[in-house]
């Protein structure tokens, strides 16, 4: 069995995507359904930024990676060697 | 049919659909609440795979099966490889 944090670690990745799993639905598919005046409405942004939030993180992901990357290749530069 | 080509009809198609219920291409004339379900859609697809990609990498980092004795005994010997291998001669 995993150690102890891996399956903490886990298991709060699980969680937590879950989490916004049911956020996400219930903000993009369920809310456009509900009546406009329900106290539901309160407890989500407007809509474009379901599209926008998502957007920045896609972002932030590939720039994260970009910056790895960069970060890994410059310390394994190794200088030319001579003849 | 390779399988990218397979790929690419089945998502070709969707995107169709798609379009074709979000810009009303066929005079459908789809009501309100439908058109704001479906204009994010793509997105939120995108958003559901990636949910599904964490859950299932938090999920198998939870249940690994993790062999202690193994992994002990592995690095024993990569210890003995390494000292055998130094007398030999091979520089690490």
């Not at chain 1, 989500?44 to 599209?51: A, H, I, K, N, Q």
């Amino acid at each position: 069995m995993a150690s102890g944090v891996d399956q903490a670690v886990g298991m709060g990745l699980v969680g937590f995507s879950l989490l916004l799993f049911i956020y996400y639905t219930l903000w993009v598919i369920v809310l456009p359904f509900v009546d406009s005046d329900h106290v539901i409405h309160g407890y989500f942004l407007p809509r474009e930024y379901s599209v926008i939030l998502p957007g920045i993180a896609a972002l932030l992901l590939v720039l994260f990676v970009g910056m790895f990357i960069v970060v890994v290749m410059w310390k394994n530069r190794k200088p030319k060697k001579t003849q | 049919m390779t399988k990218l080509a397979e790929w690419l009809s089945g998502l070709t198609l969707l995107g169709v659909l798609w379009a074709a219920v979000t810009f009303d291409l066929l005079g459908l004339d789809p009501p309100e609440a439908v058109l704001q379900v479906s204009r994010p859609l793509p997105v939120f697809l995108l958003v559901a795979l990636g949910c599904f990609s964490l859950g299932t990498v938090g999920y198998r980092v939870a249940t690994f099966n993790d062999c202690q004795p193994a992994a002990a005994e592995l690095q024993a010997q990569i210890r003995e490889a390494k000292t055998d291998l130094q007398s030999k001669g091979l520089r690490f």
